[in-house]
């Protein structure tokens, strides 16, 4: 196994854990908060989010490792595209939330997708930001 990269980002959420964990959880509102993907249950411990606009994007299947609401989710992403472990903790906060969404993945590509890594990881960090704003602003504030 190649060595795997790490990305993470944290926001404030104005709204108890038990809220923001379940729309993070509500698989079919994922559209709403991260960008340009749609995601849906497949049986008991399994996920398919697509990312893209048909027919550019890939499909990421991930199976959920750990699963303690309203507070720990912990997957595997399983797919051809996208392999390696991720995590979203929620944690009450004043006045709301703290979610961290953190990633450590296989990079597809071999070598140049690791050569590429330290330019493509602050977009990565970027972009996970931008989907947990996102998702910050669904919720009404408590």
Known sequence: MAKPVYAAAAVHVPAPPEQVFGLITDWPRHQEWMLMTTARRVG???????????????????????????????????GRVVRGRGAIRVLPQRGG????????LELPFGALGRAAWPLARPVAVALLRHCLRRLAALLPAT
């Open 97 to 104: 939330s703290r979610v961290v969404w953190a990633e450590e």
């Open 44 to 78: 008991e411990v399994g996920l398919e989010a697509y990312t893209g606009v048909r027919p550019f994007g890939f499909l990421d299947t991930m199976t959920i490792t750990h699963w303690q609401p309203p507070t720990l989710l912990r997957i595997t992403h399983t």
